[in-house]
Nanobody, 126 residues
Framework: QVQLVESGGGLVQAGGSLRLSCRNSGGTFGSRVMGWFRQPAGKEREFVAAANYVGGSTDYADSVRGRFTISRDNVENVLYLQMNSLKPEDTAVYYC???????????????????WGQGTQVTVSS
């Protein structure tokens, strides 16, 4: 059973850093492809970053490339999103997501992702 739980959100000043964590309360991560999305208030959910942990590939949205890093601790079964040089426009609810266990591709469309966490708020003040 996949039950993703995010943590680590909060309020930070522009230029600061936060690290988000995502655990599967149902056990180990069974998905090859895991990622992060975000949804600013009043806007649609958007792709942030993802990684294929079998193929070794990663992908980032242009808006976060070079500032955010996705990683996974396979021993502790935790997915991370390290966010540096945060900007006010990074303010959003951030969601951890996982594709089906047999899916290999990194997809930017949220409808292609099967499992979702409840979200954690990140607010960046100017």
């Amino acid at each position: 059973q996949v039950q993703l739980v995010e943590s680590g959100g909060g309020l930070v000043q522009a230029g600061g850093s936060l690290r988000l964590s995502c655990r599967n309360s149902g056990g180990t991560f069974g998905s090859r492809v895991m990622g992060w999305f975000r949804q600013p208030a009043g806007k649609e959910r958007e792709f942030v970053a993802a990684a294929n942990y079998v193929g070794g590939s990663t992908d980032y949205a242009d808006s976060v490339r070079g500032r955010f890093t996705i990683s996974r601790d396979n021993v502790e079964n935790v997915l991370y999103l390290q966010m540096n040089s945060l900007k006010p426009e990074d303010t959003a609810v951030y969601y951890c997501a996982a594709r089906q266990a047999y899916d290999w591709g990194i997809e930017h469309a949220s409808k292609e992702w099967k499992y979702w966490g409840q979200g954690t708020q990140v607010t960046v003040s100017s």
